[in-house]
C-alpha cells in the first residue's frame, strides 16, 4: 500500500471527496476521473488536499515520499546543531496546510511541529474554528531548529525551501495559514509589515492563503488575539467556500 493512503487509513478515511477548485501551475493538466478495476464507473478520486493522486504515481509526490528524499538532509549549517528534522506532521489530505517559521527546543526535543507554549496556543487558535491536527497538516518554513531560537537566514530557507515546495505538491491544499513573518515571506515574498499583509487574502500558486501573527507573538503581546481571531475568520470562510471539512459537531461561532 501507498504509504499516503496507510496514513490517510489510519484516520478512518476511505474516500476523499474533493472539491471544486484551481489547481496550483506545474501540476500538468486535469486528468479525467479515475476508472474503477474491470469497468467504466468512475472509482472515488483519492487525494492529497485537492490534488488527485493518480496510479504509478512516484512515492515523491506523497508526504511519506518526501520524507524519504529529504533523509538525513545536510543542506545548510542547521544540521550541525540539531536534534531532530522536525518534517511536519497532521492530515496530509485534509486540504488545510499550517505554516510556521522553524522549530523550537520542545520541537527539536521532540520531532514534532508545535508542542511547545507557542504550539498549545496554536492548538486552542485551530479550536475556535473547528480544526485540530487530524484535520490539518502542519509545516515549518525550515525543519531543523535555529540556535537559540533565531529567525532563519535566506540561505537556510533557501536550502530547505524544496522541502515546503514538495511537501505543498504532495497535500494540495485548497487554503494555507502562513503564521508569522518569515512564513510570509517564504510563500508570497512580501517584505511589508505583517499588520499590513493581513489585509488582504493572497495567493500562492492557485491556492489563497491567510497571514497572522505566529503564536509566539501572542505569548508576547496579549492585544494581537484580536486580530488573530479576524483572521481565523477568514480561514474559516474560505474552507467553508471550498467545501473543507471541520470537526464534526463544533461550532465555532
Not at 485548497?174 to 513573518?181: H, N, S
Request: one cysteine or more; aromatic letters at 4%; proline letters at 8%.
Amino acid at each position: 500500500m501507498d504509504p499516503l493512503w496507510a496514513a490517510i487509513g489510519s484516520f478512518g478515511i476511505e474516500t476523499v471527496h474533493l472539491p471544486a477548485g484551481r489547481r496550483p501551475s506545474g501540476w500538468g493538466p486535469a486528468s479525467g476521473p479515475a476508472k474503477a478495476a474491470g469497468g467504466d464507473t468512475p472509482a472515488p478520486v483519492r487525494a492529497g488536499g485537492r490534488k488527485a493522486v493518480e496510479n504509478g504515481s512516484s512515492a515523491l509526490d506523497s508526504i511519506a515520499g518526501v520524507r524519504e528524499r529529504l533523509g538525513s538532509c545536510e543542506a545548510c549549517r542547521l544540521s550541525k546543531t540539531r536534534n531532530s528534522i522536525v518534517f511536519g506532521e497532521g492530515n496530509p489530505c485534509s486540504g488545510v496546510l499550517v505554516v510556521g517559521e522553524g522549530p523550537g527546543a520542545s520541537e527539536d526535543e521532540t520531532g514534532r511541529p508545535f508542542v511547545g507554549r507557542a504550539g498549545q496556543l496554536l492548538d486552542r487558535i485551530l479550536a475556535s474554528v473547528g480544526l485540530d491536527r487530524e484535520c490539518c497538516y502542519i509545516a515549518n518554513v525550515v525543519k531543523c531548529r535555529p540556535p537559540a531560537n533565531r529567525v532563519p537566514s535566506q540561505d537556510e530557507a533557501d536550502a530547505c525551501a524544496w522541502v515546503l515546495d514538495a511537501q505543498i505538491e504532495a497535500i494540495g491544499p485548497g487554503v494555507i495559514l502562513a503564521l508569522g513573518a518569515t512564513a510570509m515571506a517564504r510563500l508570497l515574498g512580501l517584505k511589508c509589515p505583517l499588520g499590513q499583509a493581513r489585509a488582504a487574502v493572497h495567493d500562492y500558486r492557485g491556492i489563497p492563503v491567510v497571514v497572522t501573527y505566529h503564536p509566539a507573538a501572542l505569548l508576547r503581546t496579549e492585544a494581537l488575539k484580536r486580530p488573530v481571531w479576524d483572521d481565523m475568520k477568514k480561514l474559516r470562510r474560505l474552507m467553508d467556500e471550498a467545501g473543507l471539512p471541520r470537526r464534526t459537531g463544533i461550532d465555532a461561532g
